[in-house]
């Protein structure tokens, strides 16, 4: 049943309206003045609100004000005994939902009651659309409309509901991860872990604890059993970033690994099953490397049953504005600060310029001109802080 709150600093108007209201099987709290009622409203949800106007230390118009201050939704019927046009007018002004004058009618606080409810529930399914829209929104489609995003968003589509091992080629920081997120959120799987390994971040020595785990005594300083990415993975999608940079003792183990869907943790005597779909990444040639006996052509073949090229920033400089005003907006809610724009001579500037970081040195490029730019951003700041 619905939770009311009663802010009224007379005794008998509280005592009066939680007892009907408690026998309609409404669950009611009372406070005694607006400083008491709005620390109730901001602790404990309620699903509507009846606020006197006329009160010490805080009035009913101030409660009011403060809740919508605070983004909270209740719906706050305003009462009072000194009602007139001018009082009602301000408070559903102010965001009141409703106004009612004493002597308080019992059937239109019972209607009223409803009507709020009604608008409750609708808040709320309204906000849970607006989060499942949101979650489609990020998951649906890298950022861009450029002809090389759009053959990667079909590719993704194709691909994603597979369990086929995926490539990810490109430079570094033009969305390699952000490709196999994509994959993974479009995927059977998406309910089970997404796990990374940033391949090129971990030392040789450590790889393969990494990867497999290891028992309790396997070294030095593994004091306890864990478990490696491989089984945090199980079930979801192990991405192998830069797998490039893998040793060759990790790529045997690695090839062992998907051949036979097993692995066996460091300092272990027991193979474990695990079925994690692997995505790997790099920015090396690996052909190149296969070549040069640095990395192991059956390997390659394993991880490449589909191979996603990501291009360069400069080879998408369409794309540029769409992601110049998607980091603006995006940075700007983060850092709290008021919105800030590009003019269309800076989004042109921006265009020009030689994005040898790609898209993360094009974020950070953002950040600095939201910094130190005025709330319109110019060609002439483009000039003068995009050094090169």
């Not at 979650?135 to 090389?148: D, F, Q």
Request: charged residues 30%; negative net charge.
């Amino acid at each position: 049943m619905a939770k009311l709150l009663i802010i009224d600093d007379e005794a008998s108007i509280r005592r009066t309206l939680k007892e009907i209201l408690e026998f309609e099987d409404y669950t009611v709290d009372v406070a005694e003045d607006g400083v008491k009622g709005l620390a109730a409203a901001k602790k404990t949800t309620y699903d509507a609100i009846f606020c006197d106007i006329k009160m010490p230390q805080m009035d009913g118009l101030e409660v009011l004000e403060n809740l919508k201050a605070d983004g909270i939704p209740t719906p706050v019927v305003m009462i009072s005994g000194h009602g007139n046009i001018e009082t009602a007018v301000d408070s559903i002004r102010k965001g009141a939902y409703d106004f009612i004058e004493k002597p308080l009618d019992l059937n239109r606080i019972l209607v009223t009651i409803k009507n709020a409810l009604d608008k409750t529930n609708l808040v709320e399914e309204t906000v849970v659309l607006k989060k499942q829209v949101k979650k489609l929104g990020k998951s649906s489609t890298i950022i861009g409309n450029s002809p090389a995003i759009g053959e990667i968003n079909l590719m993704i589509e194709k691909v994603a509901a597979s369990d086929a091992r995926v490539l990810i080629t490109g430079p570094n920081g033009s969305g390699k991860e952000l490709v196999a997120r994509q994959l993974h959120e479009q995927s059977n799987r998406k309910k089970s872990p997404f796990i990374e390994v940033n391949c090129a971040a971990i030392p040789s020595e450590l790889i393969e604890s990494e990867l497999f785990g290891h028992e309790k005594g396997a070294f030095t300083s593994a004091n306890k059993m864990r478990k490696g990415k491989f089984e945090l993975a199980d079930g979801g999608t192990l991405f192998l970033d830069e797998i490039g940079d893998m040793s060759a003792s990790a790529q045997a183990k690695v090839l062992r690994a998907l051949q036979e869907n097993k692995i066996m943790r460091v300092g272990g005597e027991k193979d474990i099953k695990v079925n994690p779909r692997v995505v790997a990444a790099t920015n090396k040639d690996l052909r190149k490397m296969i070549e040069n006996g640095e990395f192991r052509e059956d390997l390659y073949h394993r991880l490449s049953v589909i191979v996603i090229k990501v291009p360069s920033l400069n080879d998408r400089q369409s794309d540029i504005p769409l992601l110049a005003n998607y980091f603006i907006e995006k940075i700007c809610k983060e850092h709290g600060m008021s919105p800030k724009t590009f003019d269309d001579s800076a989004l042109n500037a921006l265009k020009l310029v030689d994005w040898t970081g790609n898209i993360r040195e094009l974020r950070n490029i953002v950040e600095r001109l939201i910094i130190l730019c005025d709330s319109v951003i110019t060609v002439d700041d483009v000039k003068t802080y995009v050094v090169k």
